[in-house]
C-alpha cells in the first residue's frame, strides 16, 4: 500500500442544516438563565379561559402549541387548564378575537391566565405568550389585553386551481387540489399555525381572476378538506367568485344580477357552499377588470353585482369583497383616477355585508404610490385595504423588500375626510365612521418552496401584515425586531444588523428601480426588470412611457390642473402640498408633476444628476446589504446564510441591470452626461432592450 | 375562578415528525448492540483508494458521506485517508465505475480499503458500504467487488423549463430555472446524493418534448450550474435536443441534418456547450413522433438525424440516445409494431455513439406489456431501454405500484436474438454482442414534494431504478428488502409487510384496471382513471376501443396471422408459444387474441366470469394493503404512516371506479351477470362515463 496523499477536511455535512421552513414559530432552547428561571417560575400552571367553550378544537391547539413552545423554549411541561371564563362580555376588557394575559396580582405564584371571549382569543393569547418568550419579555406581574383593531384580517392567495400562482414567487400552490379531500399534506395546518400566530383569521384561497369550476362539488369537498384542516386555528375560507359562473357552471344564459335565475342559482349555490363549509366566509370578486365578466357586462352597476351575492351569503353570515382595481377599457383618463370615478358615485348602495376592497394606491402596487384616493371618499361604504405581500413589483423573492415602512406610509396617510387624523387605518378599521365589518387583505407571498417564501426575509413580510392587520399602530421597526429575534435568536449583533437590513430595503428597491415617484417602467409583462422604453401594447396604460412621459424638456405625469388633475381627488390641504413642485415631497414628485431636467432638487441637484444619483445609491445599497449579511456568516446557520446570500447576489445583478438601462434610456431624452459618482454603464440601451426573460415565475 | 372543565390531553404535536425527505440515506443510530460492537472494531481507518486521484470533489464527496453516515449509524469518526490505488488497472478486478470493498485478510485490524480505478467508484463503494451497515451485513472479511453491467445510468426528465413536468406526479421540476445560476437550492445536492447512492451517473435534465431554448446561452449558464452541483456526485448532464433548434433559435430556414449549414450550426452549438459543461454528457431526441420535429420533415431518416448529432458530439465523447418511441401518423397498420416498421430497416446506419433508445414494450408504458420486439433485432445497433419510473399509466402518485417486478420481466425476457438466453438485460447491457457504450434510462418519478416521488412508498422505484440500472440481476425481492431495512430500519414486521405489500402491488394495479393483457383502456388524455368507452380521437390508436375490441363475441386485439400480426415480430420460440390461446400466458391473452367470452380460462371459469372476479380481486386486494399497513401504525412513525394510508384511502376508491366503470362497460357486449363475489356497481356507467378530471398533475 502507497503512502497516503491527503487527509481529508474534517467538516462535516451539516445534515440538521435549517431551512427556513419553522418560520418565526421557533422554540429552541433560550439560553438566557436567569430568564428561563424566572418564566419557569411564572408557568407552573396556565389556565386557559373562555366564555364560549364549544370550540374545543382551537383551545386543544392552544394547549398543544403552548406544550410544544414551552418544552422547546424552557424545557418545562406546565400543567394547562381550561376554565370557563368566570366575567360578563361587558366588562369591555377586550373584545371579539382580543384576550388577555395575566400572571401575579391576584392569582396564585406559578400561574398564568389567558382570558377571551372566543376560543381563538385564547389560541392568539398563547401565540402572544410564546412571543414574549422568544422575544425575551418578562412575565412577571402581566397584565396585558389585546384586541384586533380589524375585525377580518385575511391572505388572498392568488392561486389557480392547477396550482400555478398568479404573481407568485415561492413555487406553487400550496393547494394539492388533485389530491384532496382524501390526502392531507401536513403543511395545511402549519400553514394556519402560521396564520394563526399572527392572528390572520381567514383565507381566500384562489385567484381573483377567478375559474368557476371551484363552485363545483368537485372542488367543494376539497374546499371543506382544507376548512377542517384550517378551523382548529380559527382560519375560515373564503373564495373568489367568477361572476359568469351561471353560465359557466350553471347552464344559465344570462349572469345578469338583476336576473331572478342568476340571483336563485347563487342563493342555492351558496347554501351549497355552507353545507360543506359552514363558517365559509364568503366571496371576493374582481368584476369587469382586466377581461373578468361582471354586472357591467349586462348594463348594471358594481353595487347592483356586489347587492345580489351579498343576499345570498347574508343569511348565512358571509361577507363579500367586491375589488375596487377598475380601470375601464374605454375610459382613456388618466387610469390613476378611475378606481373613484367608477366607485365614488355608488357610495351608499353596497348592502351592509360588502365591503369595497382597495388596493394601497390608485394604480398597482407600485414601489411607491400616494395612497388611493377613494379612501378618503365612500364615507357610507365599508372600505378595505388591500395589501400586496408578495413582492410582484418590488424583485419577487430575489429581492430584498421588507414592505411594513411601506404599509405604514398608506396606513398612516391622512385622508382628511373627517378632518385631520382621518387617516386611512381608521376609515379601514372603522373606527372613524363605525362601521363594521372592517377587512384587511394581503396577497399572499406564500408556495411550496421549503421556506415558505422564496427569499428567507420576505417572511417578515406575512409576519409584519399578520401584526399590522392586527394592530396597524405597530411600528415597521418594532415588528422587524419581533420577527428577527424570533427567527434569528437573541445574538443582538444579529438582530440589530438584520433590522438594519429590513428597514431600508424597500426604499433602497424604490432608488434603483422607480425613484422619486417614478412608477410602472418594468419590462412588459412578467414586472420583474426595467422597461422604461415598453411603449406599444394593447392598451396605452399598460405602457411605461404613458406614465413617466420622458421628453426633451423633462420627466413626470403631470396630474396637476394642467394636467389629468387627478390631484383633485385628494383633499385640500394634500391638493395644496402635492399640487406645487416647491413643497410636494420628491419621493413624489414624478408622480404628480412633469419636471424640467434642470429643476432644481432640495439637494441642489438637477433633476437630472438627482435621478442618477439615486439609481446609483440604490446599486450601492445592494452592495452594502450585502457586507451587512456577510458579516453574519460565523453566527448564521450555514444554509440560512446561503441562501440569503445567493439572493443579495442575483439583487446586486438585476439593481444594476435597473440603473443602467434606465439612464441609458432616459439620457437620451435628457441629452446629459452622468454625474460624477454614477458607474457606466455595462452594456449600450440595446442590450437591455434585448432581454427577454422567460418562463418566469408568477407570470404565465 | 370558576372549576376547571377540562384536562387538555397530553399529547405533543411531533414537531419532528417525518417526512421522507431523506429517502434511504437515513442514518440514525442502529440499536442492535453486538452488531454495532463489530462494525466499531472493523471501522477504525477507512482507506480511499483510486488510480485517477483527478477528480478530488467526489473522494471529499465519498468522505463527507462516510463522516456522515458513520458518525450517525455508529457514533463514530474514524480516520479517512485518500491514497493512490497501487497495482495496474489490467488486473481486471473490476472496471470502470466498479470498487472493492476489504477488509481482514491482509489489511490490519480495523482497517477497511475501498478502492476503484475511479473516484467514482470510490464514493459508490462508500454509499455500499453504508446500505451494509444500515441493513446489517456483517463486515468481517470483506472482500466484494462490484461492477456495474450498464455503464450509463440515466434518469429522464421530462421537465419543461416553466417547471411542468410531463407524467409527475411529485409536484413541479426541481429546476429552479429563473433562480439558477446565482441561486442554487440545497436540493440540487441531495438529489445528486441520491443518484449517485444507487450508481445513477447521469440525469437528463429536460422533457425529450423539447424546448430549443434550453441550448441558449440564457439557459446554458443555468444548466453549467446544475452540472457544477452535481459533478461531485458523478453525476453527468445531458440534455434534450430539439430537432428544430436551428431554426428556432438559430435563425436558419431549414433543421435538414443533410444540410452542411444545419450540421455546422449543430457543430458549433454543441462546442458551445462543452464550454459551459466540459463533461456534457450528449442528447437526448424524440424525433417524428408525436408531432415532435425530425429528420423525416425533410425526407431523411432517423439515422441521417441521429448521425448528424453524433458526428458533432462524438469530438467531445458525447453520445446520442435517439428514441424509437415512433407511430406514424399515416401509418394505419397496429400501432404495435410501427417502432419495428420503422427501425428495423435502419440496423448498421447508426455511428457508434448512437444509442437507440426503446420503451420496455411495444405500446406506452402500459401496466403490462410483452417486450419490445426491437430488442430482440438489430443486430449492429446499440439499444438501451428506456423504463417509466413515474407511474403515468400505474396509479400515478396516489396509487402503490412497486415496478422492479414489471422492469425484471422485462430485463429476463428472452428475445432468442442469438438462441436461448438473448435476454433484453443482455441486449442493452452489450454483453450479447460486446456494444459499448451500453445505456440504460429510466424516466424520473421525483418533483418538488416535500418527499421526493409523492407517495412515499414510490421511492422504492427510485432506488429499484438505479440498483438495476447497475446490476439487472438482482432480484425483486432483494431490492424490496434492502429499500425496506434502509428507509423504515430493523423493525422484522415492518420489513416483512412493506416488503409484502411491494412485491404484489403492480399485480394489484393490473388486476383492477387492465388485466389478462387489456391495455390502453384508460380516459383519455390524463392517463389517470378507466376509460374503455373512448373512441373518437385526432387518432384511432389513441382511443381505447382500437386496444381492447370488445364485441359480442369477446374481448382482445387479434395480433396472430389472422389479425395484425404484430407477433410475427417476435422470434419462433414466442410466436409458437404466444399464438395458441391455450399456450398464452393469461397475463397477456388479451393482448395476443380476441377471445370468446365463453373461452375457458385455467381457473376453469369463463372469460367473462375471470375478468370480472380479477377486477373484483384487485379491489380486494388494495383492501388489503390497507390492512397491512394499517397494522404497522404503532410501529411507524406518525406522519410517514399518515402519508401512506391517505394514499390507499384513495387507491380504494379509485380501484372501485376502474372495477366499475370497466365491468359496466365490458358487460354491455358481453350481455352475461356479474358471478358471484363480485360487488355490484356503485353507480350507473353513465356516471363513470361522465367524470371529468380537471387540472391533473402531470398533464398539460
New interface residues.
Partial sequence: ?????????L???N?R?D?GYRLWLR?DRIENGSYKTAAIGTLQHI?LQTSS?TD?PI??SA???L??GL??LLGITPT?????R?FAKDTNEFDGDGYSLRTGHELPPGTLVISSDRDVGVLYGAFDLLRRIQTGQSLGQLAVTSTPKVQRRLLNHWDD???HVERGYA??SLWE???LP???N??YRDYARACASIGINGTVLTNVNANA?ILTP?YLVRVAALADEFRPYGVRVYLAARFSAPIEIGGLKTADPLDPAVAAWWKAKVDEIYRYVPDFGGFIVKANSEGQPGPQDYKRTHADGANMLADAVAPHGGIIMWRAFVYSPDNVDDRAKQAQTEFQPLDGKFRDNVVVQIKNGPIDFMPREPFSPLFGHMPKTRLALELQVTQEYLGQS?QLAYLAPMWKEVLDADTYAKGPGSTVARVIDGSLRGQSPSVIAGVANVG?D?NWTGHLLAQANWYAFGRLAWDHSLTAEAIAREWTRQTFGSDPVVGQTINRMLLGSRETVVNYSMPLGLHHIMAEGNHYGPGPWVDKLARADWTSVYYHKADEKGLGFDRTATGSNALAQYAPELQKLWGDPATCPENLLLWFHHVSWDHKMKSGRTLWDELCLRYQQGVDEVRALQREWDSLKSRLDG?LF?QVQ??L??QE?DARDWRDACLLYFQQFAKRPFPAGVEPAAHPLATYQAIR?????GHR
Avoid at 1 to 9: A, D, E, T
Avoid at 693 to 697: D, E
Fill in positions: 500500500m502507497k503512502k497516503f496523499l491527503l487527509l481529508l477536511g467538516g462535516l455535512l445534515l442544516a431551512d422554540y389556565i367553550g374545543a383551545v386543544a394547549g398543544n402549541e406544550r410544544d418544552a422547546g394547562i387548564t381550561v376554565a370557563r368566570p386551481l392547477n396550482r413555487g406553487f387540489w388533485f389530491y382524501e390526502i392531507r401536513p403543511r369550476q368537485a430575489t411550496t421549503r444554509e446561503t445567493q439572493r447576489v442575483r445583478l426573460l422567460r418562463n418566469m415565475p
